[in-house]
């Protein structure tokens, strides 16, 4: 019982990690900021990764023009949706008491988000919330994860462990920020389980064009084997030299001999002899 209670404790204790997301307008022309359009955040258990609530809101900004009536992207925000929403002093107190004193995660965060949030409460005299801690999940896969699955964008992401397209919208997108966290951690969780057979090395996968078979010879240790690692588009240092038992210039040698061999096997199963001979063409 005491075990229970000591692990009831430390989940009680444990900071939470909130996990949000901005979708702005983008400024076209000089001078022209950025202005928050919706906010998106879900606040989960830093040891179990649950999630303990979540809040999303569109937001209207000062200048409803800086809003396109038609974005670009199917699923943007458009003006329309925005006229009616609340402006950002009304929702502030309620984003303040989600980020202020927990950690804050999500993707380029530190370079985009967590900039726009100050300047979003620096624009109503408000204090803004500060983090216990940060963490931006497009640095530390970029570190840990590599560029295996291609650009680091979320949508990459996403793409590549089968997660589904990106909404961009900002609950979605913090749900599924969470989703390849998860899945690249487990990734990199199993292949230290087995570094030497796991571990996605660049060399051995990427740029290399052998990689390791097991060999059916004599229960010997896996050798290598030349095999080229993409029919599409192989790299441009790829090179496969073939070893032959010839030297070079010796090549008219043994077309001599090759003809002498035929020779000798006129009227005869040419096959059966080629192979009776042919021993003779590596000397």
């Known amino acids: 019982m005491q075990e229970v209670s000591n692990l009831s404790n430390i989940e009680l204790h444990a900071p939470e990690i909130v996990f949000f997301d901005l979708e702005t307008n983008v400024p076209k022309k000089v001078?022209?900021?950025?202005?928050?359009?919706?906010?998106g955040a879900i606040v989960v258990s830093a040891h179990k990764l649950s999630e303990i609530e979540s809040y999303t809101t569109l937001i209207k900004p000062k200048d409803l023009s800086v809003v396109?009536?038609?974005?670009?992207?199917?699923?943007?925000?458009?003006?329309?949706?925005?006229?009616?929403?609340?402006?950002?002093e009304d929702v502030a107190e309620r984003i303040f008491g989600i980020l202020n004193g927990r950690v804050w995660a999500g993707h380029n965060i530190q370079?985009?988000?967590?900039?726009?949030?100050?300047?979003?409460f620096d624009g109503i005299n408000m204090p803004a919330p500060v983090p216990i801690g940060?963490?931006?999940?497009?640095?530390?896969?970029?570190?840990?994860?590599?560029?295996?699955?291609?650009?680091?964008?979320?949508?990459?992401?996403?793409?590549?462990?089968?997660?589904?397209?990106?909404?961009?919208?900002?609950?979605?997108?913090?749900?599924?920020?969470?989703?390849?966290?998860?899945?690249?951690?487990?990734?990199?969780?199993?292949?230290?389980?087995?570094?030497?057979?796991?571990?996605?090395?660049?060399?051995?996968?990427?740029?290399?064009?052998?990689?390791?078979?097991?060999?059916?010879?004599?229960?010997?240790?896996?050798?290598?084997?030349?095999?080229?690692?993409?029919?599409?588009?192989?790299?441009?240092?790829?090179?496969?030299?073939?070893?032959v038992p010839y030297t070079r210039g010796s090549l008219g040698k043994v077309a001599e001999r090759m003809k002498?061999?035929?020779?000798?096997?006129?009227?005869?199963?040419?096959?059966?002899?080629?192979l009776k001979h042919s021993h003779s063409l590596l000397r």
């Not at 002498?260 to 080629?274: E, I």
């Open 31 to 39: 001078g022209q900021g950025f202005c928050v359009l919706e906010f």
């Open 68 to 88: 396109s009536v038609k974005p670009s992207r199917s699923d943007g925000i458009t003006r329309e949706a925005v006229k009616n929403a609340p402006c950002f």
């Open 111 to 120: 370079r985009f988000d967590c900039v726009r949030i100050k300047e979003a």
């Open 134 to 243: 940060i963490i931006d999940s497009l640095g530390v896969l970029t570190e840990k994860f590599g560029r295996r699955a291609g650009n680091m964008k979320m949508a990459t992401l996403a793409s590549y462990f089968g997660l589904g397209q990106q909404k961009h919208r900002s609950l979605d997108d913090v749900r599924m920020n969470l989703e390849v966290v998860k899945h690249c951690a487990t990734v990199l969780f199993l292949e230290s389980t087995l570094p030497n057979t796991l571990h996605n090395d660049k060399s051995k996968w990427y740029g290399s064009s052998s990689i390791m078979t097991r060999s059916r010879t004599n229960g010997k240790s896996p050798s290598p084997c030349r095999e080229e690692t993409s029919r599409k588009s192989p790299p441009a240092s790829f090179s496969y030299q073939r070893t």
């Open 260 to 274: 002498g061999l035929l020779c000798k096997a006129q009227g005869q199963p040419p096959l059966q002899q080629l």
